[in-house]
Each structure stands twice: as C-alpha cells, then as structure tokens.
C-alpha cells in the first residue's frame, strides 16, 4: 500500500484534502478513486485511508483506522557524520535512516572537503530532512529521524545528548563490536570525512569519551563506514 508523510494532526474520521507534494505521487503511480493509502505524520502510528476525488489534480483521503506498528529498533542511535561530497552524503541520510538512525548530525572537520555558506548549509540540511521523510515513506518508519543544522566536529561533540556508549571508526582502533562487554540502549557513532580525523580530533572525541573502534582490517570509505558499523551494531544489540 503507497505510504505518504503529511505533517497534519491526522484523525479516524476525518477526511484531509491532500497537498500538491502527494497528489503528484498519486498521479505518478495512477491511482484510483477508493484506493487506499497510508498516511504517517511522525507521531509513530500511521493512518489507513481511502483516496476521493474532489476535482482536477485535487484528491481527499478518508481515514479509516489508525495503526502503531512497532517499526522502531529498540537502540537509539545518534550518527555524527562529517559532510562528504557529491550525492555520498545524500546515500548515507537515506540509509541510516533505513536503518534506524533517530538522528543525524552533519558536521564539518579539519578534512572536509566541503565547504557551504550558510544560504547553501540551510538549503542542504532542508533536502537530508526531505530525504529522511522519503526514506521513511519506502521502509516503513512512523518516526521520522531529526537531522540537526551543521556544525563544526568540535560543536557536536560537546553538544550531542549522553548516550550509554560512543563509539569513533577509526584506523588506529585495536577494539572490535564483538569486544564491548556492555550492551547498550542508546549509541553515538562518529564517522570521519574522506580523508578521515585529524589526531587533534581523534583526542578530542576520546577526550569526550569515545570509543576507537576498527571493522576489520580495511580501511572503509566513508559512505561506507557509516552504514557498515550501523548495520552490525543492529546486529549485536538492535533488532537485526
């Protein structure tokens, strides 16, 4: 069943005139008057309804029952990402929130390779929060992950919350996933630029209590890292 975000207060009941953003997705994927849809607002619970026509290009959805699946991984797990280039940056919203990042935190370090005014920083962090809500429509998530406006690596690593463990991919980590003894709740994961940390930043981040851990013995990328330790550490301890 097509699945929609609509940032409304959402009702049983109720019958919601839809905005252009969804009715150029039900005209992309032909859709019929009564088929029935899924609209979420981010409250985690998502709404059954059924499509009317109410004129050219103007669609109503009646909602039918209101559902709360439980979609949501039982970790929570904030990524500090430090901005990369091209569309990578883009990949790694996307998938992180797949699977199941709460929130993102963009950042720039001494190795970024980019570099944004602050007109351009806004608009870049307006399409990654698009980005997540469209990731959300396709794997099913009710709740939709926060990304935060970028900031610099040394900001983010005193201001993101306290979590039960953090942990930095790093070259120089002698520590794998398999050897942390304590199994936690909630994770902050730190993942470096395409020419990784500086040793400056490295012993700042474990200065703030990170964890130097290594995946193997390759170095990866860094839409690669990300994505990779995310995956195992939904392995371990999420609900992989």
């Given at each position: 069943?097509?699945?929609?975000?609509?940032?409304?207060?959402?009702?049983?009941?109720?019958?919601?005139?839809?905005?252009?953003?969804?009715?150029?997705?039900?005209?992309?994927?032909?859709?019929?008057?009564?088929?029935?849809?899924?609209?979420?607002?981010?409250?985690?619970?998502?709404?059954?309804a059924?499509?009317?026509?109410?004129?050219?290009?103007?669609?109503?959805?009646?909602?039918?029952?209101?559902?709360?699946?439980?979609?949501?991984?039982?970790?929570?797990?904030?990524?500090?990402?430090?901005?990369?280039?091209?569309?990578?940056?883009d990949?790694?919203?996307?998938?992180?929130?797949?699977?199941?990042?709460?929130?993102?935190?963009?950042?720039?370090?001494?190795?970024?390779?980019?570099?944004?005014s602050?007109?351009?920083?806004?608009?870049?962090?307006?399409?990654?929060?698009e980005?997540?809500?469209?990731?959300?429509?396709?794997?099913?998530?009710?709740?939709?992950?926060?990304?935060?406006p970028?900031?610099?690596?040394?900001?983010?690593?005193?201001?993101?919350?306290?979590?039960?463990?953090?942990?930095?991919?790093?070259?120089?980590?002698?520590?794998?996933?398999?050897?942390?003894?304590?199994?936690?709740?909630?994770i902050?994961?730190?993942?470096?630029?395409?020419?990784?940390?500086?040793?400056?930043?490295?012993?700042?981040?474990?200065?703030?209590?990170?964890?130097?851990i290594?995946?193997?013995?390759?170095?990866l990328?860094?839409?690669?890292?990300?994505?990779?330790?995310?995956?195992?550490?939904?392995?371990?301890w999420?609900?992989?």
């Amino acid at each position: 069943m097509p699945r929609f975000y609509l940032a409304d207060n959402i009702c049983v009941s109720q019958t919601i005139t839809l905005p252009e953003s969804i009715t150029r997705h039900i005209k992309v994927l032909r859709l019929k008057n009564d088929s029935y849809i899924t609209l979420f607002n981010g409250q985690n619970c998502e709404y059954q309804a059924r499509l009317k026509s109410a004129g050219k290009n103007l669609w109503q959805a009646f909602i039918i029952d209101k559902l709360c699946p439980q979609t949501e991984s039982p970790l929570n797990i904030t990524l500090i990402q430090v901005i990369s280039t091209g569309e990578k940056m883009d990949f790694t919203v996307q998938k992180a929130t797949e699977l199941g990042v709460n929130q993102i935190y963009p950042v720039v370090s001494q190795h970024s390779n980019v570099r944004l005014s602050e007109e351009r920083a806004i608009k870049r962090t307006r399409r990654w929060q698009e980005i997540a809500i469209a990731s959300c429509e396709q794997c099913g998530r009710n709740t939709i992950p926060k990304i935060f406006p970028i900031q610099n690596l040394t900001t983010a690593l005193t201001q993101t919350p306290t979590t039960d463990i953090k942990l930095l991919l790093s070259p120089q980590g002698t520590m794998r996933l398999c050897n942390i003894e304590q199994i936690p709740k909630t994770i902050t994961l730190l993942i470096g630029a395409e020419g990784g940390l500086s040793d400056n930043e490295e012993q700042l981040a474990q200065q703030n209590n990170f964890l130097p851990i290594r995946l193997g013995q390759r170095i990866l990328r860094t839409e690669t890292a990300g994505l990779a330790t995310l995956s195992a550490i939904q392995t371990i301890w999420g609900d992989f």
